[in-house]
């Protein structure tokens, strides 16, 4: 079992920054890709970026490329999604979502493949 916690959502204005956080606990954390999906009221929750267990790989969807970064801490058991330019359309709750199956070097991108999701996180973007 893995569990993961979100932190670091809020409110900000367009053009600002937010840097989330997702830790986790329970199976050792380099096995396993850790990826970011977001869901706005009344859709369908998307694929944001991910990154695999090692931390070499990373993967963004189109519309947060070069605004957001994906990283992570294996020793603090940590991945962190360091966010740019932020537009109100990026207003949603973001979860952190572990993906087993993939191994240590895969970082996919759909929502099934994903094993453990966190409680998620609320940003917000004024205009």
């Known amino acids: 079992q893995v569990q993961l916690v979100e932190s670091g959502g809020g409110l900000v204005q367009a053009g600002g920054t937010l840097r989330l956080s997702c830790a986790a606990s329970?199976?050792?954390?380099?096995?396993?890709?850790i990826a970011w999906f977001r869901q706005a009221p009344g859709k369908e929750r998307d694929f944001v970026g991910g990154i695999s267990g090692s931390g070499g790989r990373t993967r963004y969807a189109d519309s947060v490329k070069g605004r957001f970064t994906i990283s992570r801490d294996n020793a603090k058991n940590t991945v962190y999604l360091q966010m740019n330019s932020l537009k109100p359309e990026d207003t949603a709750v973001y979860y952190c979502a572990a993906d087993e199956g993939g191994g240590t070097f895969l970082v996919r991108t759909t929502l099934t493949e994903y094993d453990y999701w966190g409680q998620g996180t609320q940003v917000t973007v004024s205009s």
């Open positions: 329970g199976r050792p954390f380099s096995g396993y890709a």
